[in-house]
């Protein structure tokens, strides 16, 4: 009884702060966006004319005219205030661009994406379903788990959305033509972006499922029930219940996201989505629209942070409040030998790819030689500027694989710090884990200017999100385990539970998520390039190899799979060499 | 254990519910491959004022012939008629314009009243249209159907510039008090808006009333569809009857019969900015001109859909050709070691943009012609709005540049005037030479229109005399039109597609 009470008197100042930190972080995030503007150094006045008329001139008298119609001399905070002041009446403002008003258009587009995203989600619980089915079967007959390092999970994460919608939109689209090739028109509208989307999602979430549930089967209580004579159906569900509440955060920056940040799929099947629109409403500086979007987007965050909240405590019950949950065995899989042997099969593809690229020239142009099938010439074929595509494979790797490595490795530990910081930082991990990259990569660039290093800078800025939802929730669960409240009642202090405890919980598995998502970061980091982000062309880099090759997907899909294919390896690699390396720890 | 298939069935249950957000064209007939013969046309740009003449959206109002002007552009690059049948130059700065009996779409009669109207909106907007930043009219209704027009100063191009798109006449109701321009119901073409949805959508109907007579096709559809591979694939799928600017990465998977080639008066060239850094030296200038060859580019990045440049003016501008004036008295070429001694081995920016896909392409071979010449090279490929500012601002040494040669006005002069007069807005190249300002001013006075072509090839050789800008290939428009459409119309100018012929076999 006690127990309880005091529990209930922790919880309300617990709920005090994650509140305050969500409209801390929220305020924060619209101020930014707000200054935009008035950051970039960029007239916002030339950008407005610009998305209204291309060939407009921007004479002094015209520029002068738009800032006066659109009061740009007020200042950034008079503009808040009005907009905020609007709000509450529901009338965001009427957009710089087209002077309509704004939230009719943002409302529909926020329906499109989400119904969108639902679609992704239906996707992506099918195929994490898939993915870990085989896993959930033997654990539940207390049959050794199959221990693989995850690789099929890790080449279906690894696939680039961008290219899987367009591979969706020209064979379903257009060769069959079962479904319609773009557009918003209908149920048979979303099948196919829903695909794109939900494929690579669900194989990251079931991947996270499947690598979480042997140590879940090794809970003392499975060998029980299992001599019980329970069925294996209700041992999987219990042994479920704790993994997915592991994994339920994920939900946010993975699908969730997809509201704002489908911006290549949307594009690809031409969807007047929620991404599309931030964009645009981003590059014409155009703030009514933007302002109100990311809002959305905040709110959207919250919300779902929310309602995934809520449900890992549904799913744990009072067992999280109480300190019941029981302990996994840490390390139980053995990876099998075809582990080692995918491992250095992938190594080795990579070496040889650097080595022969390395040897090549990756930006000698010949205009004679495009878009040629591989040959002994040029073993991966050329690109549509006839350069050697192995060459640009070979000599990207490095940047690639480093600046990704670099990029996830601060994400990790910035998601770590603050997973464990509690409460306080939950409001920032949902505002920031629906916000677009490239709005980001927009702020970056209006603060520091465009260079090589901001579009690494922009992809840590949200790339730490599910890092440290996840650390959040793990750490919440192992807290609530008994043997870290024996130890506490033994005297133990904050930094013995954060080394013996905490931390042994929390990294193996957020390891395991950063290198699902290495992929991810290598083509996040790609996609900034048009804001100047990064390094400038011609200089190889795989993300870009896949961007600049996309349109040659159907004519010369040769352009396109080398790059797609050494993502896939480099991916599969960083999986089952963690598989590895984990045995031998 | 309860919750969570409760929570998942939640979620699921809200699929059907959003489903009702799907954007459907208003009762969408054509859902049945165009068995109602309305055209389908996928268009690129979406709409970016709601299709308001005085925006972007005013070449849409004239591609789907729902506004027109008091002129139009003719084939052969005059004006002809259109809501005037006829019209007369009373003197130097005054012109009489003899209307047409014709219908707004709104059931009201064209009157010179709503003529005037119409121009006195365009001259008053806040962000005036481009055509009319150079020149100040003032429209007086005569009486019912006769309009004079007097500008400032003499404009011996004002019939064809009142053949712009921006200048379209429309119904009184389509002007609000707040400055908004709609052109729903309120043109006089042959199709008349019915819906827009967003940036998404538009149906439009034959406007039964039309002057010309009736269209063939009962209505259009038409779709924004941005990015160009979605474009071929929706006509590919059969989604769409017609879809514009097919990217060259794309013309060659269309059916045969399918891709239809339009010399476009857009040219690519290679800017160089004359003002500072390493183009400021007119050897290095003329170094970079020798170096670059366009030709490289029309079978590779271009796919063929190019030809190489000859000049500022491609194969679009009828006339150029045969007026052509022979570049003399150009600087010479330093050579490779020259270059090198030259830059000390600095690397010039070369900017280029995203928005167009082959311009980065293009930059790449220039590259490493540039390279082959002795020059050190870095590029800077961003969005157009992310470094327009910059360009302006001379912060590049060159820059990789689509333009537009004939403008709004269909004169050749106000492209050369923004672009290389001393005093000239988009003046990237940051040239100043008297003698291309002499040659832009005595083009612009002329009244007759061969002599005037002769002073605007004349200002075009002074241009390129200069090295200021190095042209590299004519662009071409690829437009996919369906083998069971007809009619439709090949405008290098883009300023239409669709009209009283289109029709679905």
Redesign the interface.
Known sequence: MTSTKSAGAAARPHRWAAGAGRVVAGTTLLTAVTLLPWLS???PA??V???????????PA?LA??R??LGLDEGPFTHLARWLGGLPRGDAGTSW????PVLP?VA?AF??S??LM??A??VT?VVAALVSARTLRLGSRQEPPPGRPGTGAAFLAALPKFLLA?LL??VF??WL?WF????????A?MVLPALALGVPSGAMIGGLVDQSLPAAFTEPWVRTWHACGFRPGRIA??AL?GT?AGVLPQFLPTVVALVGGAVAVE????I?GLGRLALDAA??QDLPPLQTATLALALLGVAAGL?VQA?RH??LGPALRDGGLAAPRRSAVRPPRSTRWVAGLCALTLLALVVAGSLRDP???D??A?LLPPSAAHPLGTD???RDLLARLGHGALRTASLALAVTAVSVVAGLLLGLAGRVAAGLTEVMSTLPAVLVGLLT?AVAG?SVWGAAAAVCLVGWTPYAAQTAALSEQERASGHVLASISCGAGPTHLLRRHLLPAVLPAVLRNALLRLPTAVLVLASL????LGE???TPEWGRLLA?NQ??L??APWTVLGSAGALVLLSVLAMSGAALGRRKA | ?R??PF??AA??A??PL??G?????SG?PNEQGGSTGRVRVALAVP????LSP???DATVLSKLSVAEGLTALGADGAAAPALAKSWTRKDTTTWVFELRQAKFHDGTEVTAEAVVNALDHAGAA???P?VL?DVTLTARAEDADTVTIGTKTADPVLPLRLASPALGILAAKAYAP?G?VSPVGAGTGAFRITGLT???KATLDRFDDYWGGKAKAPGIDV?W??????RA??L????VDVAEWI?T??A??LDAGTPHEVPSVRTDSLVLNTAGGVFADESLRAAARAAVDGS??V???FGGYADAARGLFGPAVPWAADKRVEVTGRATAATADQVRSKTGGTPLRLATY?NR?EL??I???V??QLEEAGFAV????????????DL?AGSYDALVFSR?TL??TGDAVAYLA?DFAGNG??NIARVKDSSIDQAIASAAAEDDPTRRQQKIMLAEAAVLRTDAVVPLVHEKVVQGIGTNVEGVRLDPRERSLIDLDTRLR
């Open positions: 150094g960029t007239d030339l950008t004319l610009r998305a209204r008329s291309a060939d407009q001139d921007p004479t015209q005219a738009v006066e119609q661009v087209s002077g309509e258009q529909s329906a499109v989400t119904t639902l679609g989600l239906v619980l367009a939109a020209t689209g257009v033509g319609p090739s773009s557009g918003w028109a209908g149920p509208s569900l219990r219940r997915v594009k690809v099947f031409n007047p590059i014409a309602l449900l549904a799913l930006l000698h142009v205009t004679a495009r549509a500027l006839g660039t465009p390039g048009f804001l100047g400038q062309p011609p600049e349109p040659y159907e004519l | 254990m919750s969570t929570g998942f979620a699921l809200l699929i959003l489903a957000c799907f954007v459907s064209g969408d709409p970016a004022q709601a005085y925006s972007n806040k962000a005036k481009r930043s707040d908004s967003g940036k998404t779709t569809i941005a990015d160009g591979t979605a694939n929706g590919r799928a059969g989604e990217p990465s794309q060659k998977l490289a580019l079978d590779s990045v995203t896909a980065p392409e930059a790449t071979v590259q490493q870095r590029q800077d490929v961003r969005e157009y709005t992310q470094m327009e500012a302006l537009v403008l709004d923004s807005v988009y």
